[in-house]
């Protein structure tokens, strides 16, 4: 898990848009079966993509990991965004934004993907 603190670079996210310096490196084979997994241990699973699977947020929250190439999150309350952003055979980075910050959760490929992605300034 890493946490940082600030920005929110949602609209980026939800457009698809990825700038300069982030890309989706290959794709990763379909796992033989769809799962449950919960954040705090999505660093281990690299071997197959994740697609279709349920991500188990710590407070509970539930997220399906849409595929390569694509992010998206979801909210059902002001200050508060969670989801997951699939980078190929980097694996797959989870994230959830609140007022205090951004903490995410996933393989260290993956998870500098989509701390770039955040970092990245939209103008």
Do not use: K, Y
């Amino acid at each position: 898990m890493r946490r940082a603190t600030g920005l929110a670079v949602v609209a980026l996210l939800a457009a698809g848009c990825a700038p300069v310096g982030v890309e989706v490196r290959g794709e990763l084979p379909p796992c033989p079966e769809v799962r449950q997994i919960a954040v705090e241990e999505l660093a281990a699973h690299t071997d197959c993509s994740l697609t279709g699977s349920t991500l188990v947020f710590p407070d509970g929250r539930r997220f399906e990991v849409g595929p390569a190439n694509g992010s998206s999150s979801t909210t059902d309350e002001p200050g508060l965004e969670w989801g997951a952003t699939s980078w190929g055979r980097d694996g797959t980075a989870a994230w959830r934004r609140t007022d205090e910050g951004v903490t995410f959760w996933g393989p260290r490929a993956a998870v500098d993907q989509e701390i770039l992605l955040w970092s990245r300034d939209l103008d």
